[in-house]
């Protein structure tokens, strides 16, 4: 258990919809990132937050959204949802330090219909 | 080309075989470099991590890094029917900046 909880495990919506995925990291991380995985492109970073601020984008849609609360949880938002979109979404939580290790949740699978 | 590039896969070997993965890169600006594993519907588990050329031994996994050539590699000895999964390399920058992945190879080690 690498101590990265996402909820929910699995989703499946349509197209057009929202949805939130969820990510609380380790105890004591204070850097979050969302990374995308499918079939054909592998694993895609998303965005970073640093406690509570964004630190870095990647290749993020304009449609997604990301947050870090206070208590450092973090939301993914994907909106006006695609079938392409369908696909794994990972967070990963690091301590933020030197040469600090990122831990992978278990992801939160979404198929869009 | 991708900045990160893996060998394609799939990849089978009997147990008890020393498998070699490797992945190449572009951006020399990558200082920090990771092999994870990734189990069928899995996050991906970190394997070894690395910031040196050089190479880093922990049980029967060997991490190797050439960073004049843009190389690195993960050798498995005496590999074992519980290897079997993805492999995914994976580097980045700086200490805190994002990973780059390769597309990961899938090993299979047969009984």
């Known amino acids: 258990d690498s101590g990265v909880t996402q909820t929910p495990k699995h989703l499946i919506t349509a197209t057009g919809q929202r949805v939130t995925l969820r990510c609380s990291p380790r105890?004591?991380?204070?850097?979050v990132y969302w990374y995308q995985q499918s079939l054909d492109q592998g694993l895609q970073f998303l965005i970073q937050?640093?406690?509570?601020?964004?630190?870095a984008k990647g290749n993020i849609l304009e449609r997604f959204s990301a947050q870090q609360f206070p208590d450092l949880h973090s939301e993914l938002n994907l909106s006006s949802l695609e079938l392409g979109d369908s696909a794994l979404y990972f967070c990963?939580?690091?301590?933020?330090?030197?040469?600090?290790?990122?831990?992978f949740g278990q992801g939160t699978r979404l198929t869009v219909v | 080309q991708k900045e990160v590039e893996q060998d394609p896969g799939p990849l089978s070997v009997p147990e008890g075989a020393i498998v070699s993965l490797n992945c190449t890169y572009s951006?020399?600006?990558?200082?920090?470099f990771m092999w994870y594993r990734q189990y069928s519907r899995k996050g991906p588990e970190l394997l070894m991590y690395?910031?040196?050329?050089g190479n880093k031994e922990d049980g029967r996994f060997t991490a190797q890094v050439d960073k004049s050539s843009k190389y690195i590699s993960l050798f498995i000895r005496d590999s074992q029917p519980s290897d079997s999964a993805t492999y995914l390399c994976?580097?980045?920058?700086?200490?805190?900046?994002?990973?780059?992945f390769g597309k990961g190879i899938t090993l299979s080690v047969r009984p």
């Open positions: 990963a939580s690091s301590a933020g330090g030197l040469g600090a290790e990122a831990f």
């Open positions: 105890s004591g991380d204070l850097s």
């Open positions: 937050y640093y406690n509570g601020e964004e630190r």
């Open positions: 951006n020399s600006a990558f200082q920090y």
């Open positions: 690395t910031y040196s050329s």
């Open positions: 994976a580097m980045k920058t700086g200490a805190n900046s994002k990973l780059t």
